[in-house]
């Protein structure tokens, strides 16, 4: 399917550029079909799935789409996007978490960014909870796969903006109390440092999430 609003705002796309552009719309189309989105949350998911399957070439070409939407309308239910094998390898080595259960849940995006796939109902029954899950997981990936010492709470923050969980009255006081990490720095710019059981609570956590059996606690 070419979904018309898409395409009226990269015009005119031509010769190579435009059979990848039009092989990201059927990947990101089918990413939408089986992630079930409803019609209004079309045109968000397509702005995400392009500029994923895009990257840097749809910035160059087509600057319109890989800028337009406010992130904080993007759609609850984020289609699924297909991970990085090296980072997934790392994460799993790190954490003793099955490749296969990784893939599931995450998705590394070409500059090493960290993503969920699916939406956020299966992350817990409340805010909070869906918070730290999102917290715990990201924190986890970033550290065990891309080594970052310090993850920012504003790269949590925003995620749980796109998943439509974020509480602006409680979002503080959730990612203070974030399973495995510890909540540190000045208040306007604060990090989350994994603490000495991170990969055993990030195991633990994505497991419970996909309903996948935990080896060896």
Same mark, same amino acid.
């Not at 399917?1 to 705002?9: D, N, R, S, T």
């Not at 087509?62 to 790392?90: F, H």
């Not at 599931?104 to 909070?128: C, H, Q, V």
């Not at 080594?147 to 920012?152: A, F, I, Q, R």
């Given at each position: 399917?070419? #979904? ?5 705002? &990269?015009?005119?796309?031509?010769? +190579?550029?435009?059979?990848? *552009? ?16 409803? =019609?209004?949350?079309?045109?968000? +998911? ?5 500029? #994923? *399957?895009?990257? !840097? ?7 319109? $789409?890989?800028?337009? =939407? ?30 296969? &259960?990784?893939?599931?849940?995450? *998705?590394? =995006?070409?500059?090493?960014?960290? %993503?969920?796939?699916? %939406?956020?109902?299966?992350? %817990? ?9 999102? +917290?715990? $997981?990201?924190? %986890? ?5 891309? !080594? ?10 925003? &995620? ?5 969980? #974020? ?6 006081? *959730? $990612? ?20 000495? !059981? ?10 419970? &999430? ?8």
């Amino acid at each position: 399917m070419v #979904y018309p609003c898409i395409l009226a705002e &990269v015009d005119p796309v031509e010769g +190579a550029f435009a059979v990848e *552009y039009l092989e990201a719309l059927k990947r990101t189309w089918s990413d939408i079909q089986e992630a079930e989105l409803p =019609g209004e949350l079309h045109e968000p +998911a397509f702005n995400a799935g392009i500029r #994923y *399957y895009m990257g !840097d070439v749809l910035k160059q070409r087509a600057p319109a $789409v890989a800028t337009s =939407g406010d992130p904080s309308t993007s759609p609850a239910m984020a289609p699924r996007m297909a991970p990085s094998g090296d980072a997934i390898a790392r994460l799993s080595a790190e954490t003793g978490t099955a490749p296969e &259960v990784l893939d599931e849940l995450l *998705y590394f =995006g070409p500059d090493g960014t960290p %993503g969920i796939n699916g %939406g956020a109902r299966r992350l %817990g029954k409340s805010k909070a909870e869906r918070t730290r899950t999102i +917290a715990l $997981v990201l924190a %986890g990936a970033r550290h065990f796969a891309n !080594d970052e010492l310090e993850v920012s709470v504003d790269q949590i923050r925003d &995620v749980c903006q796109e998943l439509g969980v #974020y509480d602006v009255n409680n979002f503080a006081g *959730y $990612v203070s109390s974030v399973p495995g990490f510890s909540l540190s720095g000045p208040k306007t710019d604060r990090v989350l440092r994994a603490k000495g !059981d991170a990969a055993m609570k990030f195991r633990q956590r994505v497991t419970e &999430v996909t309903g996948a059996s935990s080896s060896g606690e």
